[in-house]
């Protein structure tokens, strides 16, 4: 797994974009103190900009919404809340005495 | 045989004239017969009730067909053709140019004048009446060169004549020969608490008090009251009733009523059978109405008679409500309570000037009529229950009460709800199930409020609640949680959302209550833990665009810019290689900025004097402006010197909506500051300040808020009308819909900011003055805060690297976002 960053780089219900293997991961700190991670491109406005997105929950699930269209993703899954035929690839993610590490993207659930 | 179409000539375009064409138009008419209208005046119909609004809305508002002509072809508007005689044995009219027209029917609409007393001095210049635009004007005229005037008659008309000599800035009297205001409509009580409303607002009532004479040699100069102290006035307006305009119907020897007024049945027509007379030059049984409903009503009998229907006029509905000086007064049915045996129900609150009566039937059953002043929001639904003879509920002191408001009832389905119009409740909820809408509301008005709650009731019976909760997250609206925020103090999300929220938010509350917390606590947006809650454009002080780079627009206030100014932005675009384009707001945009190359954009802009233009916000924009007198042939108050005033004033206020200013600096209005949420035009005498205007998808014009006011009035009044829209607009509710949706409207706009009738004036100044003090510029605290500039890399981990997924092109000779298929996955990418 990459270390990208320390896990108090990242605002809680904030995100932050990192590279890892020359691709774009959006890593994102939960106010449970959760973190996940996904691609930052999203597919709704072909963009790289999910990490810029703002943070919140419907009803339990906890999702970003985009800053272009305002899309919502499941920060745990991917999956698009408002268009069930659209997933963003999500990537393990752990914190490791306080370093986020990114693993390998994540088959689909 | 070839079937011949008929005519029907009808004499004057005025509300009935005007009305009967229509009819005849929508129910058909025009297929068997062509219209003539002949209008004496050159103007069209425009709307007379409401010609108190002509100084605010102008004319063209004011007109009741704005094209001048008529869409159906059968139909021939001549203005300024002055009938000057009617031969019912020919069936001819006769213009004043000789021209002769036949007829096959003909319709009497000629309306009527206004009656002025034969006192000495009548004729003097400086007396006018009150009837037509043309007056209006030589009143506001005349009202530049003089002090005081007074108004000779106490009912509707004269209230309103004496409200529109205040609104001139006049010291104003009002005279009435009878013991109260408003004779015909309120009784004794509900004039004396309709006195004293009127009273307050400065202008002087002489009730009781007989007009002798008007002094003065070649002008105006008082007038003599019997037996009391005689006025200082400079100007006198006559509003003291009207009389038939039957000249011609009595040249043409058709029967005239004996106090005037053409004599008609109950079919309107008049004593010839070709000839037919409605609105107030027609007396159905010897009765004029001066109203306009029971002249709607005539028209309409008419054009169902030519139809070959049985229509009839059953004599009219006098109810009235209206708004005079601000103050409610309605009367309806049968408000003295002439009716045998009538009982009455009374409630008076001196205090806050509220008089309400009732007339109920002997037996206690039935509602007949009532006065309500001061307080008339029971009326749209104790008018209906009085003519539908609906029983009264067993406590109907319930109806009049405080709180009470007659809200409890329902009305029948066949229940009038639109006098002027015709119109039920039934008519009003077909119309809104099938999408459209009814006439009820469009001519004076009073039943508005009530429309807009039967359709809402309606909805709401049928379970379709409109749920104006922000989201998911508060079950509160914006103004709600603006008011929860101020009064509990709260400086984060995180305390608002545990007391009154539920989950953790999402994007519409956040960027809400990050509005919320900006316009109460002021600071950097990008503060603390309130940079989450913003919109990604709030976020990083610049606008997303589509391939996720930024543009960054410097202010430039009014527009105004230095050569320097224009050549260093140009010199920061070509060092950054972003794209520039001029906005619509009269400054630079610079587009194509990676999100980590923002700062170092700023540093030189702030280094060259520029500053955030908050492009990026809900905020305001721009104040745009035109060159004004200091260049313009034309201007008459340097527009370019205020706008720039103004947009420093109010730069960085955060609102429910982008904000956006301008200021013309004559009526040309290059500026188009009409088309802003806040537009001023200047005036010989100030500033004219209009309110709630955009472009946009639903484009608004702004309306006069208020006229010739001097600058730091005019500041004054912005000052508060902003931070009142700021406080209690909805999300994302721009100033238009915003006072649109405001019970009472701009009226309600100008009683709060004008007129201070809540008595927040001085705080609303106060917050905006505060928000002034506090201002500081965005992009300068950024980037002299390594903490925020900490978040303007493009990857944590790689801060240097250009994200991957950002590709330009060319086009036209600048750079153009490429689109972006996505990360490339490595072989095996998925590991």
């Known amino acids: 797994m990459t270390p990208v960053c320390r896990v108090d780089q990242i605002e809680v219900e904030g995100g932050v974009a990192a590279l890892v293997d020359g691709v774009a991961v959006a890593i994102f700190r939960t106010h449970d103190g959760n973190v996940y991670a996904m691609s930052n491109y999203d597919p709704c406005s072909r963009a790289s900009v999910l990490a810029r997105g703002i943070i919140g929950t419907r009803g339990g699930t906890p999702f970003v919404a985009s800053p ?25 993610v752990r914190v490791d005495e306080g370093v986020v590490l990114v693993g390998p993207r994540l088959e689909s659930p | 045989m070839t079937h011949l179409r008929k005519r029907i000539v009808v004499v004057g375009h005025g509300m009935v004239g005007h009305r009967f064409v229509q009819a005849a138009i929508e129910r058909g008419l025009t297929e068997t017969h062509d219209i003539t209208v002949l209008a004496a005046e050159a103007r069209p119909a425009y709307d007379r009730v409401a010609l108190t609004s002509y100084f605010e809305v102008g004319a063209k508002a004011l007109s009741l067909l704005p094209k001048g002509r008529y869409d159906d072809p059968r139909v021939t508007l001549r203005t300024g053709s002055e009938v000057v005689a009617v031969s019912p044995r020919r069936r001819i009219v006769t213009l004043s140019t000789g021209e002769d027209l036949h007829y096959d029917a003909l319709v009497l609409a000629t309306g009527a004048y206004p009656f002025v007393p034969p006192v000495p001095g009548k004729d003097l210049p400086g007396v006018f009446v009150y009837r037509t635009i043309e007056d ?379 509005s919320i917390l900006a316009s109460q606590l002021g600071g950097h947006v990008l503060a603390g833990s309130t940079r989450t809650l913003q919109d990604t454009n709030d976020a990083y002080l610049a606008n997303i665009q589509r391939n996720g780079t930024y543009s960054v627009v410097p202010r430039i206030p009014g527009g105004e810019i230095t050569p320097e100014g224009l050549i260093v932005i140009g010199e920061i675009a070509r060092d950054h290689g972003l794209y520039t384009k001029i906005t619509g707001g009269q400054r630079i945009d610079l587009l194509g900025a990676r999100m980590e190359q923002l700062p170092a954009i700023w540093r030189r802009l702030v280094d060259a004097g520029f500053e955030s233009g908050h492009a990026y916000g809900k905020a305001l924009r721009t104040v745009k402006s035109c060159v004004g007198s200091t260049w313009c042939r034309y201007g008459v108050q340097d527009s370019v010197q205020l706008a720039i005033d103004l947009e420093l004033r109010y730069r960085g206020l955060r609102s429910p909506h982008k904000l956006k200013g301008g200021v013309s600096g004559c009526a040309r209005e290059c500026a188009e500051a009409r088309a802003k949420d806040f537009g001023v035009i200047a005036t010989e005498k100030g500033w004219n300040l209009y309110v709630g205007g955009n472009g946009g998808a639903t484009p608004a014009h702004a309306r006069l808020l208020a006229g010739d006011l001097d600058t730091a009035t005019l500041v004054r009044y912005l000052d508060r009308f902003l931070m009142y829209y700021v406080r209690t607009a909805d999300r994302l509710q721009r100033t238009a819909s915003w006072i649109d949706s405001l019970d009472g409207g701009l009226d309600r706009v100008r009683e709060v900011v004008v007129d201070d009738v809540l008595g927040l004036g001085t705080e609303l100044e106060e917050a905006m003055a505060r928000h002034v003090d506090g201002y500081f510029d965005e992009w300068r605290a950024t980037i002299e805060d390594p903490e925020k500039l900490a978040r303007f890399v493009s990857f944590v981990n790689a801060p240097d690297v250009p994200d991957p997924d950002i590709s330009f092109r060319e086009e036209r000779g600048q750079i153009a976002p490429a689109v972006s298929l996505g990360p490339t996955i490595p072989v095996g990418g998925a590991r």
């Open chain 2, 136 to 514: 209006l004007e030589a009143i506001r005229k005349a009202a530049r060169r003089a002090r005081s005037g007074a108004v000779v008659g106490g009912g509707l008309l004269g209230l309103e004549a004496a409200n529109a000599l205040r609104r001139l800035g006049l010291e104003t009297h009002v005279v009435e020969l009878a013991p109260r205001l408003m004779a015909i409509q309120v009784d004794a009580a509900g004039g004396r608490t309709l006195s004293r409303h009127v009273e307050r607002l400065g202008l002087s009532v002489h009730t009781g008090a007989m007009t002798e004479a008007i002094l003065g040699a070649r002008k105006v100069t008082g007038m003599a009251l019997k037996d009391r102290k005689s006025l200082d006035v400079d100007l006198v307006v006559f509003s003291a009733g009207i009389r038939p305009q039957d000249s011609l119907a009595r040249a043409a020897e058709l029967a005239v009523a004996e106090r005037g007024g053409i004599l008609v049945d109950e079919h309107c027509r008049t004593s010839d059978e070709h000839i037919w007379a409605i609105g107030e030059c027609a007396a159905p049984g010897g009765v004029m109405y001066g109203l306009v409903a029971p002249g709607y009503s005539m028209a309409e009998v008419v054009v169902d008679r030519l139809l070959g229907g049985e229509g009839s006029f059953e004599g009219a509905d006098m109810s009235t409500k209206l708004k005079l000086l601000g103050v409610d007064v309605a009367s309806f049915g049968d408000a003295h309570g002439t009716t045998e045996g009538a009982l009455e129900l009374t409630y008076a609150d001196d205090v806050t000037g509220v008089y309400k009566k009732l007339v109920i039937s002997e037996d206690g059953r039935r509602l007949l009529g009532g006065v309500l002043v001061g307080d008339a929001s029971a009326y749209g639904v104790l008018r209906p229950l009085a003519a539908s003879g609906l029983p009264l509920p067993d406590n109907p002191e319930d109806l009049i009460l405080p709180a009470g408001g007659g809200g409890g009832l329902t009305l029948p389905t066949e229940a009038q709800v639109c006098s002027c119009n015709d119109v039920t409740k039934g008519d009003i909820i077909a119309a809104a199930e099938a999408g459209a809408v009814t006439r009820a509301g469009t001519t004076c008005g009073s039943c508005k409020a009530q429309t807009r709650k039967i359709i809402e009731d309606h909805y709401a019976g049928q379970g379709q609640v409109v749920d104006r909760s922000i989201c998911e997250h508060f079950p509160l609206t914006r103004q709600e949680l603006f008011d929860v925020v101020a009064v509990h103090g709260y400086r984060s999300f995180d305390r608002i959302v545990e007391a009154h929220g539920t989950g953790r938010g999402c994007d519409i509350c956040k960027p809400a209550i990050a």
């Open chain 1, 68 to 92: 272009m269209h305002k899309q919502a993703f499941d920060l745990r899954t991917g999956q698009c809340l408002d268009d069930a035929a659209v997933r963003v690839p999500t990537y393990d």
